[in-house]
């Protein structure tokens, strides 16, 4: 691990070294080849025998001193030019003796005249002090530099004026290659003599992370794991906390949380049994109750027949009527409540078998319809289809729960409403949906219209002598049978109880 970013950083300062250009004053490279030229100068050259020494060492194909064949002075030390745009040779008259690079100048032509007005103070200053070098406004090295060559007893025989193609950013990221990569060798380096300490400090560092960390994970482990069991529904699960540290107390806490939850689950459990018992009190005390008041209601309603038929004539037949009526309606009101009991119970028989629903809604048209046409006004519509398959029901207390449904359509629809029995077939089953033209039911109400003696409207509940039983015990009876019930309802426009079963 500590080799990898060593033998990086030496790679880095390595290629830095290599591809930064060595930067040096234009002026010393100018001065060196100078001095490497003057003897080919001193011996006579025609003008453009030069141009193609200089050419190879612009484009790098030969170094100073020269290959063997140029007549020049081996002066022992390799000139750069790294950056140089253009080398030219003038005579003392400034006639171009020799020009290569970029945009070399005519070759046995003076010195143009442009050439002449922007080089003139350079080649003034060299000709009189040696070499000379043309500074730009930014940047620290030279743009142009000229050497004036001499012979042996000082005369001169040119000038030699090397330009430069380096402008400042160039100069300065060579310079900053060279220094990142001097920097990087020798950090390197220091790192590189320091691995033999180093090494064993990060193994044994890297030894101790790798203990803490497994003891911290084995420890968030146990965490995780008691709050899944938790999550799951075991409240008794707890952490061991072993060290008073964030993660001790985040378990002290967990353990905390879980008692609570515990605690409060067993409540709850305790309330839940309590009212389950309290349910179940309350259904055994209406079964047994309205067992009970069966075998009375059957000797009252026979006492109240014999007095019609032995003393009828000496009665008010007004007030027999009336005695008559309600025993009807509290023996109905007590079958119900026995019949809802068992059903609650599980106890009630059914005679489950293929049940033609068309024939049950015909019945119960048959006797309902003239009855709501003549006391209500209410058209009671059969709109099941001829081909709606059978199904599993006990045909018996399907009756009862379309008997139910369609009454208390009947009671709360207006007179001129329309109540329609429909049917249809859903995928493995059938629906049978009783819709009126009503007043319908309020949102809130609607998940209340299944309970036992809920009355929505009291004061036409009494009217019609509703109890508040009929659909409590249709759904209960629709549970029995397989299947279930539900109401759908829009204030102002009507409702819709929807019995749905098993197809046959």
């Not at 803490?212 to 794991?225: F, M």
């Not at 008794?236 to 515990?262: C, I, P, T």
Request: hydrophobic share 45%; proline share 5%.
């Amino acid at each position: 691990l500590v080799i990898v970013p060593v033998v990086f950083s030496l790679f880095v300062a390595i290629s830095s070294l290599a591809t930064a250009p060595i930067v040096r004053p234009i002026d010393t490279s100018t001065e060196r080849l100078a001095q490497a030229l003057e003897p080919s100068l001193r011996k006579g050259v025609t003008p453009g025998e030069l141009s193609p020494v200089l050419a190879q060492l612009i484009d790098g194909g030969a170094q100073l001193p020269l290959p063997v064949g140029q007549e020049t002075e081996d002066i022992g030390e390799f000139v750069d030019l790294a950056g140089v745009r253009r080398i030219t040779v003038l005579s003392t008259d400034r006639m171009v003796l020799a020009s290569a690079g970029q945009e070399p100048l005519a070759v046995g032509q003076p010195l143009d005249e442009t050439w002449q007005t922007e080089w003139r103070l350079t080649l003034d200053q060299a000709a009189a002090s040696g070499c000379v070098s043309a500074r730009p406004i930014d940047g620290p090295l030279p743009e142009a530099a000229a050497c004036r060559m001499t012979a042996a007893d000082g005369q001169v025989l040119g000038t030699l004026v090397v330009e430069n193609n380096m402008d400042a950013r160039f100069q300065f990221g060579a310079a900053i290659g060279r220094v990142l990569g001097i920097t990087l060798f020798g950090a390197s380096f220091t790192l590189l003599l320091a691995l033999p300490v180093i090494v064993p400090v990060l193994l044994v560092a890297l030894g101790i992370g790798a203990l803490i960390a497994r003891q911290i994970s084995r420890r968030v482990e146990r965490l995780t794991q008691a709050a899944g069991d938790v999550a799951a529904g075991n409240y008794a699960r707890r952490v061991v906390v072993d060290r008073e540290d964030e993660l001790g107390r985040l378990s002290g806490d967990f353990n905390a949380m879980a008692a609570q939850l515990e605690e409060r689950e067993q409540a709850l459990e305790a309330e839940a049994a309590r009212a389950e018992a309290a349910l179940a009190a309350n259904k055994r005390l209406v079964a047994n109750v309205s067992h009970e008041l069966r075998t009375p209601l059957t000797t009252l309603r026979g006492y109240v027949e014999v007095l019609e038929q032995e003393h009828g004539d000496r009665l008010p037949q007004r007030d027999l009527a009336i005695i008559h009526g309600e025993v009807d309606r509290l023996t109905g009101l007590i079958e119900d409540l026995f019949t809802l009991a068992r059903a609650e119970a599980q106890q009630l028989p059914l005679v489950i078998t293929a049940v033609a629903v068309k024939d049950v809604v015909a019945q119960v048209v048959e006797k309902l319809a003239p009855l709501a046409q003549r006391n209500r006004q209410i058209e009671l519509i059969d709109a099941t289809p001829p081909d709606m398959p059978a199904a599993q029901a006990d045909q018996a207390r399907l009756e009862q729960v379309l008997l139910n449904l369609v009454q208390n359509a009947l009671r709360h629809t207006p007179a001129g409403g329309i109540v329609a029995i429909e049917a249809a077939p859903t995928p493995g089953g059938v629906a049978i949906t009783v819709a009126d033209t009503g007043l319908g039911i309020a949102p809130d109400e609607l998940l209340l219209v299944f309970e036992r003696f809920y009355r929505g409207d009291q004061s036409r509940a009494r009217e019609t002598g509703g109890a508040g039983l009929g659909l409590a015990l249709a759904r209960e009876l629709a549970h029995a049978m397989g299947g279930d019930l539900h109401a759908e309802s829009t204030l102002g426009r009507g409702s819709r109880f929807t019995i749905t079963l098993r197809r046959a």
